[in-house]
């Protein structure tokens, strides 16, 4: 009995299967897609469809995808107009932008600067729906948005803030009517909102399966350039970057936004797949502890400067594509003052400042580093070694180390750090700033700080640029870090597709593909 | 038992979680070069971090026994509400690998028990060596290389193709099931397409160690008196060893299987990540990365509780195959 009616069941499973694929080769060949659908692969979810609701670089270079912001940022990293085709200071506590009149979103309502202010003031008000917004940060010392007219916005500072148009570049707009329109409850609104999102962008939304997919489709009514032809995008996320290398190499991936340079490196000259690169904007470097011996020791700490080769290390792991920092700031921010050249690699020199020093025969080190710096740490720790420092390397996770770092417990370590405004500000004052929780290396000097808050407050562009070089010679002449470099970011997509691009903030820019 | 051993996993995984160095909220937005010291402070206090331990947990338990698992840190969303969004896509996964490893492990445990020191025995036992041994990343890539990216017959990812899933109605989120339910044949293939490689990834395991088990309780039966009469009374051999010996033989193996029945659901993280697959081990992996650890504690409770109910379900079966072992 108990024989047959397992064979039953078998029986019926394969009839099943039988049918199921039968019928499926039957019709699965006539219907052809016409529209030219772009599959793109990320790797990690995004956060939220909310504008307002997100601190994730990731979620802001896929959004963008469906929301317009005033201004946005280019492959370049200048700031780009999008909703706003003007804007400037009208005295040292204001700020106004020019909106287009002919920008509608996706539900059809014109865009007017009654949106512009809703949706900036959900952030500065720090209330997404009575929560906190973690994006109130970055709109500094924003104090009050207004309407002057249907198209002007104006935005209120307590105090001057040069790097304003900068940071609004990360916002997004969203229609205010059909945001409070959503539910009688203020609190349900945010949820529902980002359940059904409706913006101003390239692409308007289709559906959203959490760590699944996101699908849009193009928006007809889109106010500016288009000139790519994808009429949907699926933003597939794919967490493993082999998965999503096996995935383009199948075919079942277009485009491939982010990928590791070593990932890049190894698939040149493959057929199946183009690379693309850009500037990275993520800094390396190496911070000493200024608070204790050795490195409360100037020389020890210029001695170190000179005993790694950062070049040769760009060269051996990443093929040469990275740029070597001279001081504390990429080469490419408007503010780095171009007289400094990166301190070079010396063995003479390190000998020299190290008995200069006091320590001939060097001492012993343990470097601290966490994941993924393990590659280029090792390499520190061998450069040391050959500059006579018993020196070991020692992996971490970031959360264990960070309080030991911030109570000067540690000696040295190894790890990157980024800063959105892509500016001094946000950099700076994080890493080097007295007290601040950056600040791993304890570095404290008075006129240093002095110099970052006139360059936080300082509107002349030139004046600024001067207050800022006079702050990196400080740096570079006390030598807290052990200076760096950044490697290229690197992107992938299939061969034939045009306009793909691997955006420093990682906009995805699909509107910009186009697919053969 | 159940109520109380989910009681002590629950305390466990709070406290292991406050013992975790460093503040979640420091971690997760400190790094900004623009969050001010206010707002910190703001989010420490929505999330309860600024009370004190016990009252932490307290505020934990009570909202437990109401199901609520608390808020997303960096989702902003409830966590039972992103549990459920990946609970089916883990279920569909382990059911897949679980009917792969039986369909694979029976008939190799019982025909290397019959056929025991044979050429069979030794390829079978030796493949199960390898199945126990091999990394569920390597095999899954392997199983990618070949199948999807060389010879292009199974999609490398995910659950179904994202145009077909947007067309497929979601009525229990298990998309064979609702395939089947609208009876949509091309949603079904193409979820029965995109199931194949990671169960075969995450049941290769099973396969190993139930076949492996299997066949040792199957040589230990065989060799029974019982069995030995069997024969003795003529009974074919088909007979004896379906009907007489596996019944017993598959006491040891079905405990097996309970535990791999939880290893199934909550030991996927990696599968899940190498197809991208959109269960709760990515999620759990994800929450991992980002310090989410509201999320963490609500999946390691779901874990826990998939454990406790697969022995219970392992229980429940041993009076079904041996009437005389009572609940």
């Known amino acids: ?516 | 038992m159940t109520i109380p051993i989910m009681l002590g996993v629950a305390i466990l995984v709070f406290t292991a979680m406050r013992f975790i160095p460093g503040d979640p909220v420091d971690v997760m937005y400190g790094e900004s070069g623009f969050i001010t010291e206010d707002q910190l402070e703001r989010m420490r206090k929505e999330l309860n971090l600024d009370k004190p331990f016990h009252v932490q947990l307290y505020l934990f338990l009570s909202g437990l026994v109401r199901g609520d698992l608390g808020i997303s840190y960096t989702r902003h969303r409830p966590v039972w509400d992103l549990i459920k969004e990946r609970l089916p896509a883990t279920v569909e996964l382990a059911f897949g690998a679980f009917i792969f490893g039986i369909i694979i492990a029976i008939p190799i445990g019982i025909v290397s028990a019959v056929k025991q020191y044979s050429t069979i025995d030794r390829t079978s036992m030796a493949a199960a060596f390898v199945g126990i041994s091999i990394p569920g990343f390597i095999l899954g890539l392997m199983l990618i290389l070949i199948f999807s990216v060389t010879l292009k017959l199974l999609p490398t990812a995910g659950r179904i193709d994202p145009i077909l899933g947007l067309r497929l109605k979601d009525i229990t989120g298990l998309h064979i099931l609702d395939s089947i339910i609208t009876r949509n044949p091309r949603a079904l293939l193409d979820s029965i397409k995109h199931l194949i490689l990671p169960s075969i990834a995450l049941g290769a395991v099973l396969a190993a160690i139930v076949a492996r088990v299997l066949r040792s309780s199957m040589i230990e039966v065989l060799r029974a008196d019982y069995i030995t009469l069997a024969r003795a009374k003529g009974l074919r051999g088909f007979i004896v060893v379906t009907k007489h010996a596996l019944r017993n033989a598959l006491i040891p193996t079905v405990t097996v299987v309970g535990i791999q029945i939880g290893v199934l659901l909550g030991g996927n993280m990696i599968i899940e990540c190498v197809f991208a697959w959109p269960g709760m081990g990515r999620l759990a992996v994800d929450a991992i990365k980002e310090s989410d650890y509201s999320v963490i504690q609500g999946v390691v409770m779901i874990y826990a509780l998939t454990f406790v109910m697969a022995n219970l379900l392992v229980d429940i079966i041993y009076t079904f195959l041996n009437p005389k072992i009572e609940l």
């Open chain 1, 1 to 516: 009995m108990y024989r047959k009616s397992l064979l039953s069941l078998t029986l019926v499973i394969c009839l099943f299967f039988g049918f199921a694929a039968g019928e499926l080769t039957a019709r699965a060949a006539p219907e052809v897609e016409e529209e030219k659908v772009l599959t793109i692969a990320i790797h990690a979810d995004i956060h939220s469809l909310d504008p307002a609701a997100y601190s994730h670089r990731m979620t802001e270079g896929v959004i963008k995808t469906m929301y317009d912001g005033l201004t946005g940022w280019g492959k370049d990293m200048s700031i780009q107009p999008e909703i706003a085709y003007e804007w400037y200071f009208v005295d040292d506590l204001t700020a106004e932008y020019k909106l287009r009149d002919n920008v509608t979103f996706h539900n059809g309502e014109p865009l007017t600067a009654e949106d512009v202010k809703f949706s900036f003031e959900r952030v500065i008000n720090n209330d997404i729906c009575g929560a906190a917004c973690p994006r109130k940060g970055l709109t500094g010392t924003i104090t009050s948005v207004t309407c002057e007219d249907d198209y002007t916005v104006r935005f209120h500072l307590s105090k001057p803030w040069p790097i304003l148009f900068k940071m609004l570049s990360h916002q997004q707009i969203i229609p205010k009517d059909y945001f409070e329109g959503l539910d009688p409850d203020p609190g349900k609104r945010c949820e529902k909102f980002a359940a059904a999102p409706v913006g101003a962008g390239p692409f308007k939304f289709v559906e959203y399966v959490p760590g699944t997919r996101l699908v849009l489709e193009r928006y007809d009514g889109y106010y500016g350039d288009f000139p790519g032809n994808a009429d949907k995008v699926v933003v597939l996320v794919m967490p493993d970057e082999a998965s999503r290398v096996a995935a383009l190499k199948a075919g079942n991936v277009d485009f491939i936004p982010e990928v590791s340079l070593d990932t890049a490196l190894g698939l040149d000259g493959d057929s199946d797949v183009a690379v693309t690169t850009s500037v990275g904007t993520r800094g390396r470097m190496v911070e000493m502890n200024v608070t204790k011996p050795p490195f409360d020791n100037l020389y020890v700490r210029q001695a170190m400067n000179y005993c790694v080769d950062i070049q040769e290390i760009i060269d051996t792991l990443y093929g040469g594509r990275g740029t070597v920092f001279a001081g504390p700031l990429f080469d490419y921010e408007d503010s780095v003052d171009p007289k400094l050249v990166p301190y070079g690699y010396d063995p003479e020199k390190v000998k020299k400042l190290l008995t200069e020093a006091g320590y001939p025969d060097g001492f012993s080190l343990v470097v601290d580093a966490v994941p993924p710096h393990e590659d280029w740490a090792t390499a520190v720790v061998g450069y040391l070694r050959e500059c006579g420092i018993d020196a070991k390397l020692r992996m971490w996770e970031y959360k264990v180390i960070k309080p030991e770092l911030l109570a000067r417990n540690r000696t040295m370590f190894v790890r990157d750090w980024g800063s959105s405004a892509l500016d001094p500000e946000g950099y700076l004052n994080r890493k080097l700033e007295s007290g601040s929780n950056g600040n791993f290396s304890g570095y404290a000097n008075k006129y240093f700080d002095q110099l970052l808050a006139r360059g936080r407050s300082e509107l002349d562009p030139e004046k600024r640029k001067k207050v800022y070089w006079e702050a990196q010679n400080i740096i570079y002449n006390e030598a807290p870090w052990i200076f760096g470099y950044s490697i290229d970011a690197a992107a992938l997509y299939k061969p034939g597709l045009e306009g793909c691009l691997r955006h420093p903030i990682d906009y995805l820019n699909a509107h910009r593909i186009t697919i053969p």
